[in-house]
Every structure is written in C-alpha cells, then in structure tokens.
C-alpha cells in the first residue's frame, strides 16, 4: 500500500558472519524493492533483499591479488591465497626494500530476495 520507499541500509542479523565459510565479509547491505500489484494502479507490495556473498555453484570465485605499495606492481588474480600471497615474496627477493603490499580480495555477492510483504 502507498508509494515505494528508498532503498534502506541495515547492519547485518547477528551471527550471520559466523554462518559463511569465506573470509569474514565486511559490511552488507539491505534492501527493499517493490512492485505494482497486477490491476491496481495505487497499489504496491514490497520485499526485502539482502547482499550475501555469493556461494552458488556457479559463482565467480573468490580470487586474491597482490600489488606491491612501493612499484605498484600486481601479482595475477588467484583463487589461491597462498599462490598469491608467494609472488609478493618473489617480489621482496628481487626487490629487498619493497616491504609494503596491498591484498585485494574479490569476493563475488548476490541479492537474495525475502518474501514479498
Ligand atoms: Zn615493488
């Protein structure tokens, strides 16, 4: 009933995190969606969706990647942590005074919608 909202934005349920098997995602978000109910021009049902990561079968993998801070060169994405993590060590033997990394990690996220309310 009545007009659509804006998006609203929540903390996440407690023990969510605890829940997942990746590493531990940093802030998500909540949203809400509607949609005009089929006949009635005045009338809208809504429902909520939540941003979790996104471990389906057929999802993207988690990959990882380092980039040196002192020469800003990057290592190749990896799904393998310790695979990237060992090119920023090749990088300290070649380079002995670039001791300072960035690790990204991508981390695939989808929507799941709750019941429409
Ligand atoms: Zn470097």
């Given at each position: 009933m009545g007009r659509p909202s804006p998006v609203k934005a929540g903390p996440l349920p407690v023990g969510y995190l605890s829940a997942?098997?990746?590493?531990a995602a940093p802030q998500l978000s909540v949203g809400t969606s509607c949609q005009r109910v089929a006949?009635?021009?005045?009338t809208y049902r809504f429902r909520e969706f939540q941003l979790i990561p996104d471990t389906e079968n057929d999802a993207e993998p988690i990959t990882y990647i380092v980039q040196c801070a002192v020469c800003e060169e990057t290592g190749e994405p990896n799904k393998d942590q310790a695979a990237a993590h060992a090119w920023a060590t090749g990088r300290l033997k070649a380079n002995?005074?670039?001791y300072t990394y960035r690790e990204f990690i991508t981390r695939p996220c989808r929507f799941e919608p709750g019941a429409w309310q």
């Open positions: 997942v098997s990746v590493p006949g009635r021009d005045d002995p005074e670039h």
